[in-house]
Protein backbone atom coordinates (compact mmCIF):
# COMPACT_ATOMS: atom_id res chain seq x y z
CA UNK A 1 0.00 0.00 0.00
CA UNK A 2 1.13 3.34 -1.03
CA UNK A 3 2.25 5.61 2.18
CA UNK A 4 0.39 9.00 1.75
CA UNK A 5 2.48 11.85 2.20
CA UNK A 6 2.12 14.57 4.46
CA UNK A 7 3.93 18.00 3.55
CA UNK A 8 4.94 19.97 6.56
CA UNK A 9 5.24 23.96 6.53
CA UNK A 10 6.18 25.18 9.50
CA UNK A 11 9.93 27.42 10.01
CA UNK A 12 10.77 26.55 13.69
CA UNK A 13 12.82 23.76 12.67
CA UNK A 14 12.93 21.40 16.20
CA UNK A 15 9.07 21.15 15.98
CA UNK A 16 9.43 20.34 12.09
CA UNK A 17 11.81 17.74 13.46
CA UNK A 18 9.47 16.41 15.96
CA UNK A 19 6.36 16.05 13.67
CA UNK A 20 8.36 15.06 11.14
CA UNK A 21 9.88 11.77 12.96
CA UNK A 22 6.04 11.07 14.81
CA UNK A 23 4.55 11.08 11.70
CA UNK A 24 7.33 9.01 9.37
CA UNK A 25 6.78 6.72 12.89
CA UNK A 26 3.27 6.20 12.24
CA UNK A 27 3.58 5.12 8.60
CA UNK A 28 3.70 8.61 6.17
CA UNK A 29 6.28 9.90 3.70
CA UNK A 30 6.58 13.17 5.29
CA UNK A 31 8.10 16.54 3.01
CA UNK A 32 9.32 19.65 4.89
CA UNK A 33 9.65 23.28 3.71
CA UNK A 34 10.28 26.24 6.03
CA UNK A 35 9.47 29.07 3.80
CA UNK A 36 6.34 30.14 2.67
CA UNK A 37 7.65 31.77 -0.55
CA UNK A 38 8.41 27.53 -1.06
CA UNK A 39 5.68 26.45 -1.03
CA UNK A 40 2.96 26.25 -3.61
CA UNK A 41 6.28 25.41 -5.77
CA UNK A 42 6.74 21.89 -3.24
CA UNK A 43 2.95 21.12 -3.45
CA UNK A 44 3.28 21.25 -7.23
CA UNK A 45 6.34 19.24 -6.95
CA UNK A 46 5.31 16.48 -4.90
CA UNK A 47 1.45 16.34 -4.70
CA UNK A 48 1.03 15.89 -1.12
CA UNK A 49 -2.23 13.92 0.58
CA UNK A 50 -2.25 16.88 3.07
CA UNK A 51 -0.52 19.98 4.00
CA UNK A 52 0.31 21.11 7.84
CA UNK A 53 0.46 24.82 7.37
CA UNK A 54 1.56 26.94 9.92
CA UNK A 55 0.47 30.53 10.08
CA UNK A 56 3.06 32.65 11.36
CA UNK A 57 6.20 31.87 8.21
CA UNK A 58 8.47 34.20 6.51
CA UNK A 59 7.91 35.00 2.78
CA UNK A 60 3.93 34.43 2.95
CA UNK A 61 2.01 33.87 5.86
CA UNK A 62 -0.22 30.95 6.56
CA UNK A 63 -3.49 32.78 5.56
CA UNK A 64 -2.48 33.56 2.00
CA UNK A 65 -1.09 30.15 1.63
CA UNK A 66 -3.74 28.09 2.64
CA UNK A 67 -6.51 30.14 0.21
CA UNK A 68 -3.54 29.75 -3.06
CA UNK A 69 -3.30 25.91 -1.82
CA UNK A 70 -7.02 25.35 -2.10
CA UNK A 71 -7.57 27.49 -5.42
CA UNK A 72 -5.03 24.87 -7.43
CA UNK A 73 -6.52 21.52 -6.15
CA UNK A 74 -8.34 19.78 -3.73
CA UNK A 75 -5.37 19.12 -1.37
CA UNK A 76 -6.32 18.60 2.61
CA UNK A 77 -4.76 21.54 4.97
CA UNK A 78 -4.49 21.90 8.14
CA UNK A 79 -3.68 24.88 10.11
CA UNK A 80 -1.10 25.33 12.75
CA UNK A 81 -1.05 28.45 15.37
CA UNK A 82 -0.20 29.82 18.18
CA UNK A 83 -3.33 31.86 17.84
CA UNK A 84 -6.10 31.21 19.73
CA UNK A 85 -8.22 34.07 18.75
CA UNK A 86 -11.75 32.88 17.30
CA UNK A 87 -11.82 34.99 14.36
CA UNK A 88 -8.07 33.83 13.16
CA UNK A 89 -9.95 30.42 13.32
CA UNK A 90 -12.64 31.34 11.52
CA UNK A 91 -10.78 33.30 8.38
CA UNK A 92 -8.59 30.00 8.39
CA UNK A 93 -11.83 28.07 7.81
CA UNK A 94 -13.44 30.48 5.55
CA UNK A 95 -10.29 30.48 3.53
CA UNK A 96 -10.40 26.45 2.96
CA UNK A 97 -9.14 25.02 5.35
CA UNK A 98 -10.02 21.55 6.71
CA UNK A 99 -9.10 22.27 10.47
CA UNK A 100 -7.20 24.15 12.86
CA UNK A 101 -5.35 23.42 15.95
CA UNK A 102 -3.72 25.41 18.11
CA UNK A 103 -0.20 25.13 19.49
CA UNK A 104 1.17 23.52 21.82
CA UNK A 105 -0.59 20.69 20.97
CA UNK A 106 -0.73 16.76 21.96
CA UNK A 107 0.50 14.56 18.98
CA UNK A 108 -2.47 12.37 19.34
CA UNK A 109 -4.93 14.89 18.94
CA UNK A 110 -3.24 15.94 15.92
CA UNK A 111 -2.85 12.56 14.23
CA UNK A 112 -6.61 11.80 15.41
CA UNK A 113 -7.50 15.29 13.33
CA UNK A 114 -5.08 14.26 10.49
CA UNK A 115 -6.43 10.52 9.59
CA UNK A 116 -10.20 12.27 9.80
CA UNK A 117 -8.97 14.91 7.44
CA UNK A 118 -7.86 12.74 4.96
CA UNK A 119 -10.56 9.94 5.36
CA UNK A 120 -13.00 12.68 4.45
CA UNK A 121 -11.05 13.38 1.73
CA UNK A 122 -11.59 9.82 0.42
CA UNK A 123 -15.32 10.31 0.69
CA UNK A 124 -17.55 8.11 -2.20
CA UNK A 125 -20.10 10.42 -2.14
CA UNK A 126 -20.41 13.01 -4.40
CA UNK A 127 -23.93 14.34 -5.05
CA UNK A 128 -26.92 13.81 -3.13
CA UNK A 129 -31.00 14.95 -2.79
CA UNK A 130 -32.64 15.34 0.49
CA UNK A 131 -36.16 16.52 -0.17
CA UNK A 132 -35.92 19.11 -2.70
CA UNK A 133 -32.24 19.85 -1.71
CA UNK A 134 -29.16 18.85 -3.53
CA UNK A 135 -25.62 18.90 -2.10
CA UNK A 136 -22.22 18.25 -4.43
CA UNK A 137 -19.59 17.25 -2.52
CA UNK A 138 -17.30 18.55 -5.35
CA UNK A 139 -18.27 21.89 -5.81
CA UNK A 140 -18.70 22.65 -2.45
CA UNK A 141 -22.69 23.60 -2.97
CA UNK A 142 -25.92 23.09 -1.20
CA UNK A 143 -29.08 24.39 -3.27
CA UNK A 144 -32.95 24.13 -2.34
CA UNK A 145 -35.31 25.39 -4.91
CA UNK A 146 -32.74 27.64 -6.19
CA UNK A 147 -31.19 29.41 -2.80
CA UNK A 148 -27.97 28.61 -1.74
CA UNK A 149 -28.10 27.04 1.66
CA UNK A 150 -24.51 28.48 2.84
CA UNK A 151 -23.38 25.37 4.66
CA UNK A 152 -20.09 25.08 6.67
CA UNK A 153 -17.11 23.02 5.78
CA UNK A 154 -18.26 21.02 9.10
CA UNK A 155 -21.46 20.51 7.82
CA UNK A 156 -20.55 19.46 4.34
CA UNK A 157 -18.33 16.35 5.67
CA UNK A 158 -20.97 15.21 8.29
CA UNK A 159 -23.51 14.86 5.53
CA UNK A 160 -21.07 13.21 3.38
CA UNK A 161 -20.00 10.85 6.10
CA UNK A 162 -23.74 9.67 6.80
CA UNK A 163 -24.80 9.97 3.13
CA UNK A 164 -22.05 7.23 2.78
CA UNK A 165 -23.56 4.92 5.58
CA UNK A 166 -27.22 5.58 4.08
CA UNK A 167 -29.65 3.77 6.28
CA UNK A 168 -26.99 2.62 8.99
CA UNK A 169 -27.02 4.40 12.71
CA UNK A 170 -23.80 5.98 12.61
CA UNK A 171 -23.09 6.77 16.67
CA UNK A 172 -22.11 10.10 18.05
CA UNK A 173 -18.67 9.25 19.53
CA UNK A 174 -18.01 8.19 16.08
CA UNK A 175 -18.90 11.01 14.56
CA UNK A 176 -17.13 12.93 17.14
CA UNK A 177 -13.75 10.91 16.28
CA UNK A 178 -14.32 10.44 12.13
CA UNK A 179 -15.51 14.91 11.96
CA UNK A 180 -14.42 16.66 14.57
CA UNK A 181 -11.16 14.78 14.74
CA UNK A 182 -11.56 14.11 18.81
CA UNK A 183 -9.70 11.22 20.02
CA UNK A 184 -11.67 10.27 22.62
CA UNK A 185 -15.23 11.27 23.33
CA UNK A 186 -15.61 15.23 25.22
CA UNK A 187 -18.01 16.05 26.70
CA UNK A 188 -19.13 18.68 24.03
CA UNK A 189 -23.05 18.56 21.97
CA UNK A 190 -21.31 19.66 19.04
CA UNK A 191 -22.89 16.51 17.04
CA UNK A 192 -25.92 17.72 18.24
CA UNK A 193 -26.12 21.61 17.68
CA UNK A 194 -24.72 20.08 14.01
CA UNK A 195 -27.59 17.88 13.07
CA UNK A 196 -30.24 20.74 14.46
CA UNK A 197 -28.32 23.01 12.25
CA UNK A 198 -28.69 20.78 9.47
CA UNK A 199 -32.51 20.08 9.95
CA UNK A 200 -33.26 23.51 9.56
CA UNK A 201 -31.50 23.95 6.34
CA UNK A 202 -32.65 20.80 4.67
CA UNK A 203 -35.80 19.53 6.69
CA UNK A 204 -39.18 20.73 5.31
CA UNK A 205 -39.74 20.69 8.84
CA UNK A 206 -37.16 20.27 11.24
CA UNK A 207 -39.25 19.32 14.39
CA UNK A 208 -40.31 16.19 12.75
CA UNK A 209 -37.41 15.65 10.19
CA UNK A 210 -37.75 13.03 7.36
CA UNK A 211 -34.53 12.49 6.27
CA UNK A 212 -32.12 13.25 9.28
CA UNK A 213 -33.03 10.74 11.87
CA UNK A 214 -31.97 10.58 15.26
CA UNK A 215 -31.82 6.91 17.04
CA UNK A 216 -31.97 6.06 20.42
CA UNK A 217 -30.90 9.63 21.41
CA UNK A 218 -27.32 8.74 21.03
CA UNK A 219 -26.82 8.05 17.26
CA UNK A 220 -27.90 9.70 13.70
CA UNK A 221 -28.96 8.04 10.24
CA UNK A 222 -29.63 9.40 6.89
CA UNK A 223 -32.62 8.09 4.30
CA UNK A 224 -31.79 10.27 0.85
CA UNK A 225 -34.34 10.93 -1.83
CA UNK A 226 -32.43 9.02 -4.46
CA UNK A 227 -29.06 7.86 -4.99
CA UNK A 228 -25.83 9.30 -5.13
Not at 32 to 42: F, H, I, K, S, T
Not at 94 to 116: N, V, W
Not at 202 to 227: C, F, K, M
Request: proline share 4%; hydrophobic share 40%.
Amino acid sequence: MNRQRILIVEDDRALARVLSDNLSFSGFDVDWVDDGAEVLNRVRATSPDLVLLDVMLPGRDGFNLCGLIRQGGRTPVIMLTARDQKSDKLKGLELGADDYITKPFDFEELQARIRAVLRRARRNATRITIGDAVIDFVAFTATRAGTDLRLSRREFDLLGYLAEREGRIVQRDELLREIWGYPDEPATRAVDYAIRRLRRKLEADPHNPRHIHTVHGNGYSLTLTQGR
